[in-house]
């Protein structure tokens, strides 16, 4: 305890215990702003679909960032949102398709951005229509036929059920298979399905292995606008003629889809710094998905099922932050938690420092004090004989304190009233010699 009493007035000693503090509240606020990860995983599709290809592009774009992204092939969106659900998972993002997940199941889930319209398309059998001039337009045409629905897990499929339920269409009237989109290609060029389902970008690989089909066309939802008031989620496409294929002249005549918007979902506790890379970089590789949408739509925060992530709003609608516009990804993070880190630190230390002074003066009065009660109780025993050999060594004592006590400048004054004070008690006691 004296050793820390008297280190308290040690100014060597009080300058390392502020950096002590420092260095501790920076370890604490360095540990409350964590750096963003520099692995991450992400649940996409079917390697044939889009959500994969998006994910490589992706992936190759992070990677000149420093940031390894790895791809977990899955069913599709519900299986997705089950792994990103899964803490154990390992899952960070996933690629979902709008209009399908229940929010409220998924409080801890936030969207990142709508990515692209991923429109429905019904590839149907000219022949097995052949009663309605070889043209599918309604839904309720596809009554009595072989049709396959998506597979279980898949965003087709939950879409594929919106639909025919609200088309008052029951499973009874189908003959429903819910194949993976391989198989139902395969089924449909050897006549054994009538129509498909599938839900994909017009970019998505899987579509071209349906160009080279006979008598294979794409229907037109001539009721698009009544589905789009049943099902908010869905927005109504134009697709021009040939657009899927030019070269195949797909669809062969201009048609109108149904299509919601496949969205990056990710975890509500995600890195604001991990945010802003992965809008960044969507924003190079979308600009090569033009077939549907418009230059600049995407990303977007429109239309989205699960709450936009605050961050990810700031962005869009302003851009990268100044760090992140005229920094490398990693200087501006490190920049950016220094400066979440010293600015805290300064509001605390700051009105600290405006203490210091007071401080450092109560600390001079409550030596003064102590002295001066010293003082006090010697002169009360100076007439004392018996106390006459102790009188005289506590005011040695005493004195030798005074003489090593080290004071500012502005405080001199008390000082040298002290050391006269002690000389006005020596004085006293030896007048009673």
Do not use: C
Not at 191 to 210: N, R, T, W
């Amino acid at each position: 305890m004296n050793f820390l009493r008297k280190q308290l007035y040690n100014p060597i000693a009080i300058g390392v215990a502020i950096i002590l503090l420092i260095a501790a509240l920076f370890g604490v606020l360095w540990v409350l702003v964590p750096p963003p990860p520099k692995t991450i995983e992400m649940a996409t599709g079917f390697p044939t679909g889009l959500y994969y290809h998006f994910g490589e592009r992706l992936k190759s774009a992070l990677a000149k960032e420093g940031v390894t992204l790895d791809l977990k092939t899955t069913g599709g969106t519900i299986d997705n949102l089950a792994l990103l659900d899964d803490p154990s998972s390992g899952v960070d993002f996933a690629m979902v398709q709008g209009g399908v997940a229940d929010v409220a199941k998924y409080p801890n889930l936030v969207s990142i951005a709508g990515m692209f319209y991923e429109p429905i398309w019904i590839w149907y059998r000219e022949p097995a229509f052949k009663s309605d001039g070889g043209r599918l337009s309604v839904l309720s045409q596809l009554k009595g036929k072989r049709v396959s629905i998506g597979n279980v897990g898949s965003g087709t499929l939950a879409l594929s059920n919106a639909l025919l339920q609200v088309s008052g269409i029951s499973d009874e009237e189908l003959h429903v298979e819910k194949l993976k989109p391989d198989e139902a290609l395969a089924k449909l060029k050897n006549g054994e399905l009538d129509a498909v389902f599938i839900v994909a970008a017009a970019e998505a690989p899987i579509l071209e292995k349906f160009y080279t089909i006979p008598g294979v066309r794409l229907m037109s939802f001539e009721q698009a606008d009544a589905y789009t008031r049943n099902l908010l989620y869905l927005s109504k496409v134009n697709i021009p003629r040939g657009v899927v294929s030019i070269a195949n002249d797909l669809p062969r005549q201009d048609i109108v889809v149904l299509a919601p918007t496949a969205t990056l979902v990710g975890h509500a506790d995600i890195s604001p710094a991990l945010v802003t890379l992965l809008l960044g970089d969507t924003y190079d590789i979308l600009k090569s998905y033009s077939r549907l949408q418009k230059p600049g739509e995407f990303p977007s925060g429109v239309g989205l099922d699960f709450p936009l992530h605050a961050d990810a709003d700031i962005y869009l609608k302003d851009g990268p932050s100044f760090l992140h516009r005229y920094l490398p990804f990693w200087t501006a993070v490190w920049v950016g938690r220094f400066v979440k880190i010293v600015i805290p630190l300064l509001v605390i230390l700051i009105p600290l420092f405006t203490y210091i002074p007071a401080a450092k003066n109560l600390i001079l009065r409550l030596k003064l004090s102590q002295v001066y009660e010293e003082l006090k109780i010697l002169e009360k025993n100076a007439s004392n004989l018996d106390l006459r050999e102790k009188n005289f060594k506590d005011l040695a004592a005493i004195e030798k304190r005074v003489a090593h006590m080290k004071v500012a400048r502005l405080d001199a004054k008390e000082l040298y009233d002290l050391k006269a004070h002690v000389g006005d008690t020596r004085q006293r006691l030896n007048l009673m010699e």
